[in-house]
């Protein structure tokens, strides 16, 4: 662990301490294979993770997230398929996942950085709950990218929240899962009748333009950022490969 981290842990504000009033500390660094590193920030009981001064994801704020397994189960009908998940994150599309399918589906999740791993079984773990333990899961330390050109034919859906949209945000590489090519690797891992659901804090035409050039029908759902507020929207494409 950083020294940064092990300074802000010493620094951490008594438990009883209203939320308000406690310091945003810095509970971990994580480097980001290729370059650029991740933090785990927390503020009394909350959390969130942050990339470059922008927060990427908070334990307040994860309905859009869930939605992106919710959607795409639903859309799907089956509750048994095989799915694989783009960014462990803080779990909230993991959990989504195991929750709307069933007990013969299989979840693999694939997540870049060791240290988010570490980061679910240790201070977020409260956050995850029993989702790493559950039997339908499988954890692969991987590069999403590879684990879709490795698996043709072998999903019934693919769920991406790797970036904060479809650009290579967190990393440059991150790009050829939205590019022409990329797309058209996912549309080859997927099954017939299988589902691409893609998460964005952004709306982009040439993106939905790019999933149907690749073979998808495509549809765009526009959910609150905040279920508290309506000032700020996220959007999820569902890309379906014809059965």
């Known amino acids: 662990m950083p020294p940064q981290a092990d300074q802000a842990i010493a620094n951490a504000p008594d438990a009883s301490a209203p939320v308000a009033d406690a310091p945003v500390e810095c509970v971990d660094i994580a480097e980001i294979p290729g370059g650029g590193a991740l933090h785990l920030m927390r503020r009394g009981d909350d959390f969130s ?21 919710t959607l795409a189960c639903e859309r799907l009908g089956a509750r048994d398929g095989r799915v694989l998940i783009g960014g462990l994150g803080m779990g909230f599309t993991l959990g989504a996942a ?36 559950d039997p339908r899961v499988s954890l692969e330390v991987a590069d999403v990218h ?3 050109v490795g698996g043709a034919g072998s999903f ?19 790009d050829r899962l939205y590019c022409n090519w990329g797309l058209r690797a996912a549309h080859a891992a997927l099954r017939p009748g299988g589902m691409l659901a893609v998460w964005s804090a952004y709306k982009d035409a040439d993106f939905r333009e790019r999933l149907e050039v ?23 494409w569902l890309a379906a490969k014809a059965g």
């Open 214 to 236: 690749a073979g998808f029908a495509v549809e765009e759902v526009v959910l609150p950022a905040d279920v508290d507020e309506a000032d700020g929207w996220h959007i999820i």
């Open 146 to 148: 590879d684990v879709i």
């Open 156 to 174: 019934d859906a693919i769920l991406l929240d790797v970036d904060n949209g479809p650009d290579g945000l967190i990393q440059l590489a991150n």
């Open 49 to 69: 993770i942050r990339f470059c001064g922008d927060e990427l994801m908070g334990n307040q704020v994860r309905h859009s997230e869930q939605a992106l397994a």
């Open 98 to 133: 195991l929750a709307a399918w069933g007990p013969a589906a299989r979840i693999v999740v694939a997540e870049l950085v060791p240290q988010v791993v570490v980061w679910a079984k240790g201070p977020l773990a409260r956050i995850f709950g029993t989702s790493l333990a």
